[in-house]
């Protein structure tokens, strides 16, 4: 139907939908808005942007790994229209993991392994919490919880509501896991590099 010329450059990050026949498309050099039934381009974010983890969407804001997190406002009467610049915190800075949002906060799994909480509304840092990394999946969330699969596979279960943040549970699968799991029917599904698991009460 259609063929867009992109950046060339190792890309591994996965298009947004936001809206019905708009599409959020992420490189190196920013994030654009395409129509979906002719790529043309409606809006553009070219402040830079990671080229592994991938832009979050949450309740009209855009949360793009750029020099750190940079939050977009879309604009909720016309979606076409250029967004909203809110904040831009380096203190939250993404590695391969995509940002997380949940309730009133947005998370950022570092290099190091360790998980930042930052204010939705400010892009404010509110706490760190060290795990045992190395990440490549990103976490998910259930309740206040958020599941962390690391690359050896170790789970490590994050109570967000505590104060400064508190694993309160492990679950060993002893296998690489590199791939993002997948929540659905009071169960995670996750990969690992010879099996499928469930995992559920």
Same mark, same amino acid.
């Given at each position: ?105 947005? %998370? ?26 190395? !990440? ?8 206040? %919880?958020?599941?962390? !699969? ?52």
């Amino acid at each position: 139907l259609w063929r867009l010329d992109r950046p060339k450059a190792a890309n591994w990050t996965s298009p947004v939908v936001l809206s019905s026949g708009l599409v959020a498309l992420q490189s190196k050099q920013g994030v654009d808005a395409i129509r979906s039934i002719d790529g043309t381009k409606v809006w553009s974010y070219d402040g830079g942007a990671s080229t592994i983890p991938s832009t979050s969407l949450s309740e009209g804001i855009l949360y793009i790994p750029s020099r750190g997190i940079t939050a977009l406002k879309l604009d909720k009467e016309d979606i076409t229209n250029t967004p909203e610049q809110l904040w831009q915190s380096s203190r939250l800075s993404p590695a391969t993991a995509s940002p997380l949002i949940l309730g009133d906060k947005v %998370y950022a799994l570092n290099r190091a392994g360790v998980l930042t909480a930052g204010d939705i509304k400010s892009g404010d840092r509110l706490w760190q919490l060290r795990l045992k990394g190395p !990440f490549s999946a990103t976490p998910v969330a259930a309740e206040k %919880y958020l599941y962390c !699969f690391n690359e050896a596979g170790l789970l490590q279960v994050v109570d967000t509501i505590a104060k400064e943040g508190e694993i309160v549970g492990k679950l060993n699968l002893n296998d690489q896991i590199l791939g993002s799991p997948a929540v659905g029917g009071g169960a995670i599904y996750v990969r690992t590099n010879t099996k499928i698991y469930k995992l559920a009460k």
